[in-house]
């Protein structure tokens, strides 16, 4: 079964909103990575969180890996069109298996 | 600075035959994965390779082999082909390993008729 799971599935913003997806393991995360892929167009590695409670930022996108390293989200603050794609967590668990979140499709109206 | 690359772009084969996609890499990272991209699936990893001449079965490893003779090279072959192997395939390489960061391809667009 699927190792991690991402929400929303799918997710329409008018542009100047803000956007959060969630992800969400059963099992521990030794680390967790996000990427973000455009229409038609492939991953692309945005970030690795490591440490519990970690947070970090690129300009309007706030990433975060939960205390217990089972959870992270990743928050965009007014999103712009360029924003648009799907975005991905995947993680590492202590087993050392390796599992991408199913993804969250933002769509941002203009 | 070609970076890397996936041949064919995409393809169309029929049920039963044999189709094999290139992953070509210039980096000289030590890893490289195969995934496939499913819609409600995300991606799964099919197999990866630490080097050359080392493989090893990912989350969807069955219909698929793989081979990795040269450090540049991770060829993805479907021995014989299912349209349930209808998918994106992306081919991506690391310096470290799963779990760090990867660069991915642009994909190989399959679909089995």
């Known amino acids: ?110 | 600075d070609a970076g890397i690359t996936q041949s064919p772009r995409y393809k169309i084969t029929e049920t039963g035959r044999q189709v094999t996609l290139m992953c070509h890499q210039t980096w000289s990272h030590s890893y490289m994965f195969w995934y496939r991209q499913d819609l409600g699936h995300g991606l799964r990893l099919i197999y990866y390779s630490a080097a050359a001449d080392i493989t090893d079965k990912g989350e969807v490893p069955d219909g698929y082999v793989v081979s990795r003779s040269k450090t540049e090279n991770f060829p993805l072959t479907l021995e014989s082909a299912t349209r349930s192997q209808t998918s994106v395939y992306f081919c991506a390489s690391s310096r470290q390993g799963l779990g760090t960061e990867a660069f991915f391809g642009q994909g190989t667009r399959l679909t089995v008729v």
């Open chain 1, 1 to 110: 079964g699927q190792q991690v799971m991402q929400i929303p599935q799918y997710q329409h913003v008018q542009e100047g909103e803000d956007f959060t997806t969630y992800c969400n393991s059963s099992t521990t995360l030794s680390n967790i990575q996000w990427y973000k892929q455009r229409p038609g167009g492939h991953p692309v590695f945005l970030i690795q969180l490591v440490k519990s409670g970690e947070v970090k930022k690129q300009k309007r996108l706030t990433f975060q890996f939960g205390e217990a390293k089972k959870n992270s989200s990743l928050h965009i603050t007014a999103t712009q069109t360029t924003d648009v794609g799907t975005y991905f967590c995947a993680g590492t668990n202590t087993g050392n298996q390796f599992y991408f979140g199913t993804g969250t499709s933002l769509t941002v109206i203009p």
